[in-house]
């Protein structure tokens, strides 16, 4: 409203008249606001009822009412409309000046529109009091000046609390859109003639209507609208017609429908009005003779039945779920589709418990998917069931797939032979339960011969059935069924009983339940073999390989679970009872090839090397390098200083984080501390000693320069962590001197990588004796990193010299995997580099109590602001990734 009219030039010395004249706009507009809001609080029933009476009548609720319901409910809403505008008319006030010159001063501070229209009561004659009211009116003229039209306020909420208002003005705009307001007009007529005298009086006349039918999505076509002589339909559409007028005045012949041509009813001796209504199925002419006849030619668009195309083969995952995938089409929409599956009787091998005749069975029949969002006119789905529970897994059978119409139109594709897709079992004894299982669903008279195989399967189970489980449940599963038979025929549910009683059984013995590592691997080998000379599929390959990986890991971990327990220090690779030496990369290379030779169908080649695989795993130990053992050569010696040096660099690190910590008032990181850049502090504190003992093996706290005792252990010196820095970089000087002279790409590469260590030493100590922590130790990270890079380029050195001896190789491979498999901070990363661990973490009885433990300090520590940021940083990522 501020940008509607000029804003007032007016003088400081303008009388208060003047000022008032001049807010004339802002009056003018705010009395409006004042009439619309009181016109709408006050008449608002008005409009509401005449917008509901309106969108009725536009949909014709007055042609389908009994007169006298039309009579009674016209005057009902007569009487209201008339009571609505008397009650509205009655509350209503014509808004004055001075009502919205107090609605505009009420808007504004001070309310100064009434202060310019009073008048000094005391102290007139004064001049310095005539001063001051000069000027309170001189202010309060300044503020009217801002006044602004006030905004109606044209809420009806707490009037009209059930929203009546817009839900008839939602009716009225629907009856525009889908209704007709020119049937409002025939209201009047309707309820004086009861929808007869009318029409006799103005002569005959016709309404017609032509209806497609819903699934077409068309709209629907007023024929006295119509312009031309050419109409065209879908096929079904519906004609609607209303004939007013005495009988015979108005005929309609058509040839478009399966009626007699002379199409309009006898005539009701009570009403004028007559209703045609037939379905067009054809093309033809539909013709009304009367007063004003109407000549159309119908073209009657056919609707052809749907179709439906199986696309591929079947295909079956490793599960035994089959799909299947298909396309499917129509003029307008498919709406519903199935997929009809019957038993190929004359493919089935009818040998051992498919002799007999098989009891009666419906087809097996699946609904095929559709779309959910989207046209149905032409689509491609895949049809995703599982059929390895059913009586026809994995035989002969029909499959058809059949869609149908709106229009009850059924199109169907072309019959698939094949085997109905189901789980295969490969362990021998899983496979034969279930084909016990399936011989009972073929027909209720194989109970006895199914019932004697279980006997025989139980007799001696010994080397049979491995799980003791299955056994105790296919024992019960037997006398269950022995019972049953003892009393008679077997009844349909206790053969349905007994076979999920069986099919459990089955899965068991397949799946799992053996407790024993070596078991599970050999049982892995064994289906991984039978997979192969059955010609399983690729995802029942790669499922199988899955298992056989898992199986194999497991028993590895065991093995290497054993020697820790008998002492060992550390497994790092296997070996067969021959000394050949078998490493983690060459089983995973091995178990490659078996999958890439089963894929390209050498499958007696898969099998000479999963027979390989199997004696070498079943000959498998695990050995060790036993440190200490030979003489050392100079390569060793160098190897165990850098063990020494980057153990030292790893534990002044964690010190100096510590130090980090403690500067920015953490009391935890401060405990244990060393000493402070440029101070001395003594290394005497249990707590840290116990951390320190932690750490890589109990010696991650050791730096170079200290002594080695004879227990084993080393003394850490005292002194500030800058002059252990520098003891450090001394250290490794050392460690440069000594190594092997011999030339070769990978030597040349590990003195590369400890002269960088040297350089972030030196820059380590540096930031050190300025006091700067954070910059130390990121040059110790990078100390580390380089330590490790030298040392695994020095270890391949010597093992293509063939320095040390076989046990000392052993060790030294070992330490320089332990010491290469931590990352700057010096966490475990695991093989490849990767971050975690490759330790059996989740072992113990309270590993849940543990985590969330873990948990809870993690969160505690994050709500801790005073702790440096990049700490805070560290624990945010790990509270958002777990």
Not at 321 to 338: E, H, I, L, N
Request: aromatic letters at 4%.
């Amino acid at each position: 409203m501020r940008g509607r009219y000029p804003r007032p030039m007016t003088d400081p010395n303008a009388s208060p008249e003047e000022t008032l004249r001049r807010l004339s706009w802002p009056v003018r507009l705010t009395r409006a606001g004042m009439l619309a809001e009181r016109i709408t609080r006050g008449f608002w029933p008005v409009w509401t009822l005449l917008f509901a009476v309106i969108a009725a009548l536009a949909f014709g609720l007055h042609d389908w009412l009994p007169v006298e319901v039309l009579w009674i409910g016209s005057l009902a809403v007569l009487a209201v409309l008339v009571w609505s505008l008397v009650r509205g008319v009655r509350q209503f006030r014509w808004p004055t000046r001075a009502e919205a010159l107090e609605r505009l001063d009420a808007s504004l501070p001070g309310r100064p529109i009434a202060a310019l229209t009073d008048a000094q009561a005391l102290g007139a004659g004064d001049a310095g009091s005539l001063a001051v009211w000069r000027a309170h009116i001189a202010r309060m003229a300044e503020r009217a000046r801002a006044a602004r039209p006030k905004m109606p306020d044209l809420r009806l909420a707490t009037r009209d609390p059930f929203a009546l208002r817009y839900a008839a003005l939602t009716a009225l705009v629907m009856a525009i859109g889908f209704g007709s307001l020119w049937r409002v007009a025939d209201a009047p007529r309707v309820a004086m003639t009861g929808g007869t005298g009318g029409a006799l009086a103005a002569g005959p006349s016709w309404e017609g209507w032509a209806e497609p039918p819903a699934y077409t999505g068309k709209p629907s076509v007023y024929l006295n609208a119509v312009e031309g002589d050419a109409l065209t339909l879908p096929e079904g559409s519906r004609i609607i017609l209303r004939l007013y007028g005495k009988p015979g005045d108005i005929a309609v012949t058509q040839d478009i429908a399966d009626l007699p041509a002379d199409t309009a009813p006898a005539p009701d001796p009570d009403t004028a009005l007559q209703a045609v209504e037939f379905e067009a199925i054809r093309s033809g002419r539909l013709s009304i003779t009367g007063p004003t006849p109407r000549d159309w030619q119908l073209t009657v668009l056919p609707d052809a039945p749907p179709t439906v195309k199986i696309d591929g083969a079947v295909m079956r995952d490793a599960e035994g779920a089959m799909s299947q995938p298909f396309s499917a089409a129509d003029d307008y929409a498919v709406t519903t589709g199935r997929a009809v599956i019957t038993l190929d009787m004359d493919k089935v091998d009818r040998r051992y418990g498919l002799t007999p005749a098989p009891e009666a069975r419906d087809p097996l029949t699946y609904d095929l998917p559709l779309p959910i969002t989207g046209s149905r006119a032409a689509f491609s789905e895949t049809l995703v069931e599982d059929a390895s529970k059913h009586a026809w897994s994995n035989l002969p059978v029909r499959m058809t797939f059949e869609v149908t119409d709106g229009r009850n139109q059924t199109g169907a594709s072309y019959t698939v032979d094949l085997a109905l897709p189901g789980r295969r079992f490969f362990d021998p004894v899983a496979n034969a339960v279930v084909e016990l299982r399936r011989d009972l669903l073929w027909t209720r008279d194989n109970g006895p011969r199914t019932s004697q195989l279980l006997h025989a399967m139980t007799h001696r189970p010994e080397g049979l059935l491995r799980n003791e489980r299955a056994y105790l449940m296919l024992r019960v599963a037997m006398r269950r069924l022995d019972a049953a038979l003892a009393q008679g025929p077997l009844s349909a549910d206790l053969r349905d009983e007994t076979a999920d009683a069986l099919w459990d059984i089955a899965l068991l013995i397949e799946d799992g339940g053996l407790s024993s590592a070596l078991e599970r691997m050999q049982q892995a080998q064994e289906r991984l073999s039978e997979a192969i000379r059955n010609g399983a599929s690729p995802e029942e390959i790669q499922k199988l390989m899955d298992e056989l990986r898992q199986a194999t890991d497991d028993y590895i971990r065991k093995l290497a679970e054993n020697m820790e327990r008998k002492g060992a220090d550390e497994p790092n690779q296997q070996a067969d009872n021959s000394g050949q030496q078998i490493t983690g990369d060459q089983l995973q290379q091995m178990m490659d090839e078996i999958q890439r030779l089963m894929e390209e169908g050498r499958m007696a080649e898969a099998q000479e090397l999963l027979d390989q695989l199997s004696r070498m795993m079943q000959n498998l130990r695990v050995t060790e390098g036993q440190g200490g053992q030979g003489q050392q050569g100079p390569g060793d010696q160098a190897m165990n200083g850098l063990r020494d040096t980057l153990r030292g660099q790893q534990g002044l690190s964690d010190d100096t984080f510590r130090d980090l910590q403690r500067q920015f008032g953490n009391p935890e990181g401060g405990q244990g501390q060393q000493g402070q850049p440029g101070g001395d502090g003594q290394d005497g504190q249990p707590g840290d000693q116990q951390g320190q003992a932690g750490r890589d093996g109990g010696m991650s706290g050791d730096q170079g320069g200290g002594d080695q005792g004879q227990n084993g252990t080393r003394q850490r010196p005292g002194g500030s962590l800058a002059d252990r820095q520098n003891a450090l970089r001394e250290m490794l000087r050392q460690q440069e001197g000594n190594l092997p002279g011999s030339p070769s790409a990978e030597g040349d590469a590990a003195r590369q990588a400890l002269n960088d260590a040297g350089r972030a030493m030196d820059g380590a100590e540096e930031a050190l004796r300025r006091g700067d922590t954070a910059g130390a130790i990121e040059r110790q990270a990078d100390a580390i990193e380089n330590l490790r890079e030298g040392m695994r380029n020095l270890g391949q050195a010597m093992a293509r010299n063939g320095e040390g001896t076989e046990s000392d190789q052993g060790q030294t491979t070992r330490e320089a995997r332990r010491d290469t498999s931590r990352d700057p901070l010096g966490r475990s990363t695991g093989q490849s580099g990767r971050v975690g661990t490759d330790q059996a973490m989740l072992g113990g009885e309270d590993v849940y109590r543990r985590a969330r433990n873990l948990l809870d300090e993690i969160r505690r520590r994050s709500a801790d602001q005073t702790r440096p940021t990049v700490e805070l940083d560290y624990l945010k990522r790990l509270l958002e990734r777990f």
